[in-house]
């Protein structure tokens, strides 16, 4: 990123705000590269969890992780739980080609590619996972289904958008909108992860009932799962578009912190829920 020094300012201060510049744009690189393997760790898991039992002929062992996963003579619901789980993979392996600027620039091809399946599933992904919250989850309740049902139609809005600002060339617009399409899809992912975090921070559940999986903490996720990725988002493009050396550090100490929270959770989620079901 280029910063202009405006008349009068010190050069001193330019290079403040170059080294801040530096910083905020490693702290970026940081929290990418952490997700990116987080949310592959999870793809692995759903594909050799859901998609061995089916390989395996017992889909019924979806059941160890969802009570009413498989479900005997259901078949459009069966059809829309292993779409809705093998697609998230595909979707999480996508989102990260979007993310990698090697792969914009060296091979645009495979961007542009990528990011039209990557687009195609996350609308798919968001109508079935619509379908599985009011008409097959058991578990949680109404305000849990709202906040995930926001998430869905978030998602369809901004697959919208990535799409019509690309058509006409609006390149700024069209990375804002595909960042914040990435966060929305990854939410479900933000909700696992926070959750393990929160578990981990308590030393166990707060918060919530883990055998009816409803309680306050669990209604705040629904909603945090996508709202704080989001404000976080616009935070970051506001201060790389106009922040100064105190706005930039900020920020850079802000995504550290998000990313180190972040890791935990992965780890805990990986060692409590993903690793052990293989």
Not at 82 to 98: E, F, W, Y
Not at 225 to 240: C, S
Request: hydrophobic residues 55%; glycine residues 10%; aromatic residues 12%.
């Amino acid at each position: 990123m280029s910063t202009v020094l405006s008349p009068g300012q010190p050069a001193t201060d330019y290079l403040s705000l170059q080294s801040a510049s530096r910083l905020l744009q490693q702290a970026v690189r940081l929290w990418c590269g952490v997700a990116i393997a987080g949310q592959w760790l999870f793809a692995y898991y759903a594909v050799a969890f859901y998609g061995g039992a089916l390989v395996r002929g017992m889909p019924q062992d979806w059941n160890k992780v969802l009570p009413h996963g498989y479900v005997a003579g259901d078949t459009a619901g069966n059809v829309a739980l292993g779409a809705h789980m093998l697609l998230a993979a595909v979707v999480m392996l996508c989102g990260a080609l979007q993310l990698m600027p090697c792969v914009r620039s060296v091979a645009p091809r495979v961007h542009r590619w990528s990011g039209r399946i990557y687009v195609t599933l996350a609308v798919i992904g968001s109508l079935t996972g619509l379908y599985m919250v009011w008409f097959r989850s058991e578990a949680g309740h109404a305000v849990q289904h709202t906040g995930i049902s926001i998430a869905a139609v978030l998602i369809l809005f901004s697959a919208a958008m990535v799409v019509h600002h690309a058509r006409r060339r609006q390149l700024n617009e069209h990375r804002r909108w595909a960042l914040r399409l990435f966060l929305v899809v990854s939410a479900v992912w933000f909700f696992r992860v926070g959750l393990m975090f929160w578990v981990f921070v308590n030393k166990g559940p707060a918060g919530f009932d883990p055998k009816t999986f409803t309680g306050p903490f669990l209604d705040f996720l629904s909603f945090a799962q996508f709202l704080v990725p989001l404000a976080v988002l616009e935070l970051y493009l506001r201060v790389q578009a106009h922040g100064g050396v105190a706005a930039r550090l900020a920020m850079s100490l802000l995504m550290l912190v998000l990313t180190g929270a972040m890791a935990i959770g992965i780890g805990v989620a990986a060692m409590g829920m993903w690793l052990p079901r293989l």
